[in-house]
């Protein structure tokens, strides 16, 4: 998923402010039904969790670049919805963007400091290189080229977790996307990762004994032929086999939707690539003897918008590019019930908080994961999410 790397406008409509109907917990508006349907004690799997699972809200790259006033809004939000974490990108390119004496660390500052006074846990993404530390054989002058040299990468780790975990920032997701091309320009190199993971994670668990490392956020790919792609399971397995095992606490995954509820099984759906797929995350981690590792779905997320036709209820095998409100509505809810039955699920983060672009830009799908039209107006997702994760907690 591409990151936004610039500016969120100004919050337009307060937060609390809903488009259509506004459901109370419980999904009950008078007589007007909501659009989605809550997790039901009936629709769990009993006996396989271990692990409470937990919710949060993902930001990418949003909040270092929003005004007081907007980044206070955007993390009501996430206390209005639930939500006990969040997931924001702490870019190596945005505190050293000229040189390796440079640190601008006030921005990210202001995303601990305003997370801290809600009780929100972040999770940190690590990477993005600055210019002058590329790989000068990449293909490509964006950020998302590895490090030329992984000890620069790591003493910058150092310094970053030094600064937020007294800050209360203790878990650090290393990399993004490693496993697709659009992060990991050349295509997908397992071994360069997980020596790049391993220096890395050293330097983070060094600097914060309370360190949680998460391997980089896998995206729901198929393996291609040209290199261009691997799927998550297959980059796990050869991750797991080179040692990637003993730097990390947990994995954590990507998972879409357009056309199909999350709880859906087709033998190869996303959730099924975590636990019931042939070769699914759970059957990799297995075969390693790794089974203690958590897994986190750092970004879950259906568009409401794009280039194409949208799916307003479930079509399999339609060439559909986005959802309509209401089946996102219906998305984000059936997301929540369908992770809790994935007892290996520990975390699930919504990707993301709002739209950085206005519809009528008729921009890419990517631009359209919000739970919050670009206006600052909520979509239906939004009480979907809120009364999931209120529901859940019920019944557990």
């Not at 730097?247 to 636990?275: A, C, M, N, Q």
């Not at 990799?284 to 590792?293: D, M, R």
């Not at 409401?304 to 339609?318: K, L």
Request: net charge negative; charged share 20%.
């Amino acid at each position: 998923m591409l990151r936004a790397l610039a500016a969120v406008p100004a919050v337009v409509a307060m937060a609390g402010c809903a488009t259509g109907t506004d459901p109370a917990p419980g999904g009950a508006t008078g007589t007007v039904a909501a659009p989605y349907e809550l997790p039901s004690a009936a629709g769990r799997t009993e006996g396989k969790r271990t692990k409470p699972l937990d919710f949060g809200l993902a930001y990418s790259d949003t909040l270092p670049w929003m005004s007081d006033a907007d980044l206070a809004r955007a993390l009501d939000d996430a206390v209005e919805l639930g939500t006990t974490w969040i997931r924001a990108d702490l870019a190596w390119t945005n505190i050293q963007p000229d040189s390796p004496t440079q640190y601008l660390w006030e921005r990210f500052d202001r995303v601990a400091a305003a997370a801290r006074e809600r009780d929100l846990s972040v999770l940190a993404t690590l990477g993005y290189t600055p210019q002058w530390s590329r790989d000068h054989a990449c293909m490509t002058r964006h950020s998302t080229c590895p490090p030329a040299d992984n000890a620069r990468f790591a003493q910058f780790a150092t310094e970053a977790v030094t600064r937020y975990a007294a800050m209360g920032v203790h878990a650090w997701q290393i990399w993004n996307e490693p496993n697709i091309s659009g992060f990991w320009p050349g295509g997908p190199d397992p071994e360069r990762y997980t020596d790049m993971l391993a220096q890395v994670s050293g330097a983070v668990r060094a600097a914060d004994s309370e360190a949680f490392v998460l391997l980089g956020g896998l995206a729901n790919a198929d393996t291609e032929g040209g290199g261009k792609r691997q799927s998550a399971a297959d980059f796990l397995d050869r991750s797991l086999k080179l040692g990637a095992g003993e730097h990390i606490d947990g994995i954590s995954f990507h998972p879409f939707w357009r056309t199909l509820l999350p709880s859906t099984k087709t033998g190869d759906s996303p959730y099924e690539r975590v636990d019931g797929a042939r070769k699914s995350l759970t059957a990799v981690l297995k075969a390693y003897e790794q089974t203690g590792l958590e897994i986190w779905l750092t970004e879950a997320g259906s568009p409401t918008h794009g280039r194409g036709v949208a799916a307003d209820s479930e079509q399999p095998g339609q060439d559909l590019t986005h959802a309509t409100d209401d089946f996102q509505a219906r998305i984000t809810a059936d997301a929540v019930r369908a992770a809790d039955a994935l007892g290996a699920v520990t975390k699930v983060f919504w990707y993301s908080h709002r739209d950085t672009k206005p519809p009528e830009a008729n921009a890419a799908g990517s631009h359209y994961f919000g739970l919050i039209e670009y206006t600052g107006e909520h979509k239906p997702s939004f009480d979907a999410y809120r009364d999931a994760i209120a529901d859940h907690r019920a019944q557990n």
